[in-house]
């Protein structure tokens, strides 16, 4: 994603999950996760259908904001070796176009500490 495209996503994740009009379908979508983490949708026979199905629910839901915005395909072999210490794209900081912090440092766990998710 460019930078502008990545600002646009963040921004929309953003307005899903705090106005009120879809606030309630966010939930919704992030609880059916949560919910289901652990009825066989990590299996192997499950993983991709379950999960294809579920991306295209939430994107269509970001869709409801801003047409524009899609879910990008992540090529992880790209950044296997160290993915969230690659600076070069700016993926992993708290600026607007940033999905926050790595939290690498330790003291957090693992967690995002900062950026437009915290």
Not at 1 to 14: K, L, P, Q
Not at 31 to 51: A, E, V
């Amino acid at each position: 994603m460019t930078e502008a495209e990545r600002t646009r996503y963040v921004e929309t994740v953003r307005r899903v999950s705090t106005e009120s009009a879809y606030r309630q379908e966010y939930r919704r979508i992030i609880n059916m996760h949560q919910r289901l983490f652990s009825t066989g949708i990590y299996q192997k026979d499950q993983f991709l259908p379950w999960h294809r199905w579920y991306l295209l629910r939430y994107e269509n839901l970001l869709r409801q904001v801003d047409c524009r915005v899609t879910l990008a395909y992540w090529d992880w072999s790209l950044f296997s070796m160290s993915p969230w210490n690659n600076t070069s794209d700016r993926i992993w900081y708290p600026g607007p176009s940033g999905l926050g912090g790595n939290g690498s440092d330790g003291s957090s766990g693992g967690c995002v500490t900062d950026g437009p998710f915290y």
